[in-house]
Structures are given as C-alpha cells and as structure tokens.
T-cell receptor, first 115, second 112 residues
C-alpha cells in the first residue's frame, strides 16, 4: 500500500509551548488528509479533515485555534498544537488519500506528552 | 454522529484457534474496512468491503459486508502469536468527505 510518514513519532514538550506534527504522503499526492486523536485503550476520534489548498473542516468540539491544520501541498499536512497543556497529551494519527475513490492510509502516529 | 458497536471488546484465545469479531450500526455504510493496530503504531488496512453481501479474504482473514449494510464481521482462522493487536472496524458513508467512523476496537490476545 501507499506510504504515509508522520514525524515526529514521539515528542515531549513543556506546558504552554506549541508543537508541530508533520504528515507526508511519500508516493502519492494526497488531496485529502485526516487528523485523528486516540486516547489509551480507545478508538480513533476524527479531529479534522483537510483538503489541499483550503481550510480544514473541524469536528464538533475540536478547537480550531488550538489545533491548527495546514495542508499547503499535495504531500504535506501539519497539525500544530498551540499552547499545549497536559490534557492534550495523546496519540495523534494522520491519514491521507489520493482521491474520493481511493483508500486512506495511516501514518505511524505521534505520541505527544505535555509536562 | 454515527456510531459503530464493535464486539467483543477483548478476546483471549489459544494459538491455532479461530476468532470472530463484528461491528453493527444503526446507519447504512457504503464501505466497511477492517484495520489492525499494533501498540504505538497507526492502523494498517486488512480488508476493504465495497458491496453489500461481499465476502473477501486476505490470507487467514475473511470479512463480510452485511446484506443490510449496517454490519460486518471479521474472521481470523488458525490464529498465530503475531495476530495479537487491536482490530478496528470502520465504516464510510457516502458524501463528499467520505470520512471514516471507527468502532471501539477488539483487543486480541493469542496465548501460546
């Protein structure tokens, strides 16, 4: 299957700082990328959907000013957690798909710990 | 929003046994997908189902798209230790975004 690379795989940051997570499609152009959050022993919860060149669509209850998403190119989307707090600690996963009729492939995930 | 009810929540089986898990929903989905997630990793697609009634195999894995389009099951035959992990079903609705809705997951443990 197609390769989606997420970086970093782990990050520890201090409370109040911002953290950027990158999601890259390595062998295809991703028109749509999705960002999920997963708490321990729970399922994936969709945070937002981003289409290249347009603003992301956030799910209900997700603060767009806190979780900034940029999908500036067909191979890169970034999620920036601004002014992170310990409750933002979680596993963040991106997925990317080439078109509406193709499957979405997932990145390896980023474990964020805010101390 | 839409919800997928996945069961069982966890399973402990002996190596070599078969296992079955399923997902049901009150909503109709156009696509059902089954993923496996290892600890600290993203989900990996196992099987994708696109038509009601479709039965698809991938090695020891078999999955079916329910006739009502509201359910799906995944069977794993002759389990081996590397089958350990969390299995998620996911449904995809029609529409422009075609986002995935995930089930709650089934934690599978294979005992030697």
């Amino acid at each position: 299957g197609a390769v989606v690379s997420q970086h970093p795989s782990r990050v520890i940051c201090k409370s109040g700082t911002s953290v950027k997570i990158e999601c890259r499609s390595l062998d295809f152009q991703a028109t749509t990328m999705f960002w999920y959050r997963q708490f321990p022993k729970q399922s994936l919860m969709l945070m937002a959907t981003s289409n290249e060149g347009s603003k992301a669509t956030y799910e209900q209850g997700v603060e767009k000013d806190k979780f900034l998403i940029n999908h500036a190119s067909l191979t890169l989307s970034t999620l920036t957690v601004t002014s992170a707090h310990p409750e933002d600690s979680s596993f963040y996963i991106c997925s990317a798909r080439e078109s509406l009729n193709t499957e979405a492939f997932f990145g390896q995930g980023t474990r964020l710990t805010v101390v | 929003g839409q919800q997928l009810n996945q069961s069982p929540q966890s399973m402990f089986i002996q190596e070599g046994e078969d296992v079955s898990m399923n997902c049901t929903s009150s909503s109709i989905f156009n696509t059902w997908l089954w993923y496996k997630q290892d600890p600290g990793e993203g989900p990996v697609l196992l099987i994708a189902l696109y038509k009601a009634g479709e039965l698809t195999s991938n090695g020891r894995l078999t999955a079916q798209f329910g006739i009502t389009r509201k359910d799906s099951f995944l069977n794993i035959s002759a389990s081996i230790p590397s089958d350990v992990g969390i299995y998620f079903c996911a449904g995809q609705l029609a529409g422009s975004a075609r986002q995935l809705t995930f089930g709650s997951g089934t934690q599978l443990t294979v005992l030697p």
